[in-house]
């Protein structure tokens, strides 16, 4: 009876240790598999961000012509004013003053443009700069073995 019940503790310490074992593995191989899908995942991160930012670069070239367009027109458009009032023309004058007003209003808008692109640059940049540090931990989490 008594080497029955130590052949029964010994089978049961076994199967225990080879079930540890099993389990062991198989959580290692999930992990890797884990680790896996977050490079990729954060490979993809980085691609989408590098997108975005180039995208947000051009808008705001984009702007800044707009910009430089606006100011040309309220430099003519002051011309305009000035040759009207020494003309005497006081309709003409009127409407050049207008044409001025809008112009204005149009440089003001394309400045706010240009700022609100150029925060979504910095918050594009940001971004990719964490998907990068992101992607090296979990790179080098990858590489550095489970249990050590």
């Not at 010994?10 to 199967?15: E, K, N, T």
């Not at 079930?19 to 992990?31: K, P, R, W």
């Not at 997108?51 to 002051?78: A, L, N, S, T």
């Not at 149009?106 to 964490?130: C, H, I, N, P, S």
């Amino acid at each position: 009876m008594k080497t029955q019940s130590i052949i029964n503790k010994l089978f049961i310490g076994a199967a225990s240790l080879v079930l540890a074992v099993f389990v062991s593995a198989n959580a290692n191989a999930q992990t890797t598999t884990t680790n896996n899908g977050e490079v990729k995942q954060d490979r993809q991160e980085i691609k989408k961000d590098r997108k975005e930012v180039r995208g947000d670069r051009k808008e705001v070239k984009q702007d800044g012509k707009e910009i430089r367009q606006d100011r040309k027109e309220i430099r003519d458009d002051r011309k305009d004013v000035a040759k009207e009032i020494k003309e005497g023309d006081k309709e003409g004058a009127k409407e050049a003053k207008q044409e001025l007003k809008e112009d204005k209003k149009d440089l003001k808008g394309d400045k706010k443009d240009r700022r609100q692109d150029v925060k979504e640059t910095k918050e594009d940049r940001k971004d990719l700069r964490q998907d990068k540090r992101d992607l090296r931990q979990d790179v080098k989490d990858k590489k550095k073995p489970n249990g050590r």
